[in-house]
């Protein structure tokens, strides 16, 4: 049973744009605060930004004022919008749903590019 679906990934020039988007089911999305994090080749996984089930945000310091996290709770969807993009945030990009302050539930990730 596949709960999160990422998509949007791509490849983008340095300086561009590009928006991932979460899919959910309503079992895993209804409620719940939800993150995105990232994993360039080798090296570890790391927190990008998460929203509350009310639209509160929070970002990693690299990519505030760049990346924008929203949810659309009509569409069981959490976007990140990724402007601005740079080469170090080449990495594949997952969306996880937080319980308590675990993350528990997890997609599968999508594989953003940035070319300098």
């Known amino acids: 049973q596949v709960l999160l679906v990422e998509s949007g990934g791509g490849f983008v020039q340095a300086g561009g744009s590009l928006r991932l988007s979460c899919a959910a089911s309503?079992?895993?999305?209804?409620?719940?605060?939800m993150g995105w994090f990232r994993q360039a080749p080798g090296k570890e996984r790391e927190f990008v930004g998460n929203?509350?089930?009310?639209?509160?945000?929070d970002y990693a310091d690299s990519v505030k004022g760049r990346f924008t996290i929203s949810r659309d709770n009509a569409k069981l969807t959490v976007y990140l919008q990724m402007n601005n993009l740079k080469p170090e945030d080449t990495a594949d990009y997952y969306c996880a749903r937080r319980s308590g302050f675990v993350y528990d539930y997890w997609g599968r990730g999508t594989q953003v590019s940035v070319s300098s």
């Open positions: 309503g079992r895993t999305y209804n409620g719940y605060t």
């Open positions: 929203i509350t089930w009310s639209g509160t945000t």
